[in-house]
């Protein structure tokens, strides 16, 4: 196992500040006259153990397992030998349903996978399809598209943020974050009018355009949502229980983290700037101004750091996107792939037939196959697409970032406590939709 | 790591010292209008082509991927070389998956996605399965620790064995699991059984019940437990009832 040695200045029980404005420390524990107690451990008696190894499980049905994980741990006392991952509680077989779906009918089942960031997989999703069909998209639609997967990333690192805090003992931020999320949700609902299974890409443009007046609401967010960060970070990045639980844990190197296939925030906490976003660039990222965040020691501590940077990066993104979005139409003006309006295909004959032909029949991209990879936000999230010419893909195949970040877990965990099982077991960022699919 | 598969020394790439990075020209850019057929070819190819000769049997470029179709026999030696050879440093495994088409005189075909971080490269290796030959392809577990779960998914999903993986075992099914192979196309959609059967051994199967001799030579305690106990854990059956 790597040895970390690092240092974190750790805030200890500041309960205020004091008359010069300095804050405050204070024992852990003071009698009533401002003494401070030691407190002397009772005397315990040590229980025979022997060698004996001892098998424990965690899950399927555990609120620390973020799902419906099964981890069968071998323990020596209380240390991790060994452990035993496993998983397909949540199988649906979403590959194979895909196979009998036209494209615009499997981006439901995108919604459903990484459920954290449904937004983001439909916006992966129609990306790949429209390599597969050879379309180009609209520049206002690349930039809402942009839009979407920032705030979905948002979203899901808000949401690791919070549970993450719950399973090593801290409530407060979990609010806070929830709060937050609570804010996107809302946006969310006032354009696409879903909030967690969104479905709003099409093959060839999106579900509808911004409603008037939605991005002030956006404006609103980016400019308070940065102040919550810092409170955020205020409270916990200094927090010695915090620095204790989750310094030097599931450490992994950065030839590790890229021979076992990390990704996201995992594999740019050791020491590894790849960032699909940067290194293979879709939807025009490459002209936006943001930076990768990269860890130094790979550790849990250092994957909290990066996500909370890139909370921050995702909104000068944000902060971008409403700049520079054009005007001009969201859809691209090809009624083979685009569903005309419906006000046209009950009045106009060619716009009921293409209307017709697409919904009873479904485009037919040519013969070919594409690899799309987005980075979402665990990782690298890629779909695989094959087509024969027919309207149904004859694979369609995704690569879940978590599943094969969570592959790694036996790796991470071999020689930590069993409570620090909980806190490594979190930093992956898992969500068992995607995982088991 | 314990068998290190990286032998040459192995730089990742550092924020601030990939290739290519320092140039602002040499960054990359999103791909636009990109073409069916034809188009820029990975250099890779070439090299491959070089290197392994008859090996390599076809190279396509399909939107601006290019695919490199190897001999099955020769496909570990291949994605070793990618990712030992300093020129190529394919040092990423992004994904290891099947494909079958839908008509079944096509051959079935193991692809593999691979990236150089470096170099920021992509290329997809396949190779194919003609029908009737055993469904085998060779495990890349020993250069990718990231193959692990990929390739028992798909031996889960196809029936594909990847030889030399070192625990090929199902993944997202329970090892109980009697109907076959589901991404295969001769796999109906709603199953083989019968709604009521699926039910009754989805049910019969508990698999929180049944932990793997494996996993209980950890504690010793599988010798330790009475005899019908014993049984019922060995085959799985649902305790309890």
């Known amino acids: ?437 | 790591m314990s068998n290190d598969p990286g032998k040459p020394t192995f730089t990742p790439v550092i924020a601030g010292s990939a290739i290519a990075s320092g140039d602002p020209a040499g960054l990359p850019v999103t791909r636009k209008n990109v073409a069916h057929r034809g188009g820029d070819v990975n250099p890779s190819a070439g090299a491959l082509k070089e290197a392994f000769g008859a090996a390599v049997r076809r190279v396509d470029v399909v939107w601006g991927e290019t695919t490199v179709y190897v001999d099955m026999a020769r496909a570990h030696d291949v994605i070793q070389w990618l990712h030992d050879d300093a020129s190529q440093r394919y040092d990423y495994l992004s994904d290891v998956t099947a494909v079958e088409f839908r008509d079944l005189e096509q051959p079935i075909e193991v692809v593999w996605h691979l990236r150089s971080l470096p170099y920021r490269r992509f290329i997809r290796i396949k190779a194919q399965i003609e029908r009737g030959q055993k469904l085998e392809a060779p495990s890349v577990w020993d250069i990718y620790r990231g193959a692990d779960w990929l390739e028992r998914e798909c031996y889960d999903m196809f029936g594909l064995r990847f030889v030399g993986h070192p625990d090929l075992r199902r993944l997202l099914m329970w090892e109980q699991y009697k109907e076959g192979y589901p991404l295969r196309k001769d796999f109906p959609a709603r199953g083989r059984f019968s709604r009521s059967e699926q039910l009754r051994q989805a049910l019969a199967a508990n698999p929180e019940a049944r932990y793997s001799k494996e996993e209980l030579s950890i504690a010793d305690a599988f010798e330790d437990l009475p005899d019908d106990m014993k049984r019922r854990l060995g085959t799985g059956e649902r305790v309890g009832e």
């Open chain 1, 1 to 437: 196992m790597a040895t970390t040695k690092r240092t974190v200045e750790v805030e200890l029980s500041t309960t205020g500040v004091d008359a010069q404005g300095r804050p405050q420390r204070v024992p852990l524990a003071v009698d009533e006259s401002g003494n401070v107690l030691t407190l002397a451990a009772p005397a315990q008696i040590e229980p025979e153990l022997e060698g004996e190894h001892m098998l424990i499980n965690i899950g399927p049905q555990h609120p620390a397992t973020h799902g419906v994980l099964r981890l069968v741990l071998e323990l020596d006392g209380e240390t991790v030998v060994r452990c035993i991952p496993h998983i397909g509680y949540l199988h649906c077989g979403f590959e194979k349903m895909g196979e009998y779906r036209q494209y615009n009918q499997i981006i439901p089942y995108t919604d459903r996978e990484d459920y954290l960031n449904s937004p983001g997989n439909n916006v992966a999703f129609a990306l790949g399809a429209e390599m597969l069909f050879g379309i180009e998209i609209t520049e206002r639609c690349k930039v809402l598209r942009v839009m979407l997967c920032e705030m979905s990333r948002i979203i899901s690192h808000l949401v690791w943020l919070g549970t993450t805090c719950i399973d090593i003992g801290a409530y407060t931020p979990f609010l806070w974050a929830f709060q937050q999320r609570e804010k996107i949700y809302e946006l969310f609902e006032a354009w696409i009018g879903a909030r967690l299974t969104t479905t709003f890409t099409r093959v060839g443009g999106m579900g509808a355009d911004i409603p008037d007046g939605w991005l002030e609401g956006l404006t609103a967010f980016t400019h308070n949502f940065p102040k919550v960060v810092d409170e955020i970070d205020r409270i916990i990045t200094r927090n010695g229980i915090w620095v204790g639980r989750t310094v030097g844990l599931g450490v992994m190197s950065p030839e590790e983290a890229v021979n076992y296939g990390l990704s996201g925030p995992m594999v740019r906490a050791s020491g590894v700037a790849f960032d699909v976003r940067r290194d293979f660039p879709y939807l025009d990222y490459e002209t936006y101004d943001f930076d990768v965040p990269v860890g130094t020691n790979g550790d849990v501590y250092d994957r909290f750091l990066i996500r909370m940077e890139e909370l921050r990066q995702s909104t000068r993104i944000l902060e971008q996107t409403i700049k520079r979005l054009p005007d001009g139409p969201v859809n691209v003006n090809d009624h083979r792939v685009v569903l005309p309006p419906k006000s046209k295909a009950t009045s106009d004959m060619e716009s009921m037939i293409h209307h017709f032909k697409q919904v009873m029949e479904g485009p037919r991209p040519p013969i070919g196959e594409c690899y799309v990879a987005v980075e979402s936000p665990k990782g690298e999230k890629g779909y695989y697409m094959v087509s024969d010419g027919s309207p149904k893909p004859v694979r369609w195949r995704i690569r879940p970032p978590s599943f094969v970040n969570l592959s790694a877990i036996p790796r991470m965990v071999e020689g930590h406590l069993l409570s620090d099982v909980i806190a490594i077991n979190a930093s992956i960022d898992i969500v068992m939709g995607e995982i088991d699919r």
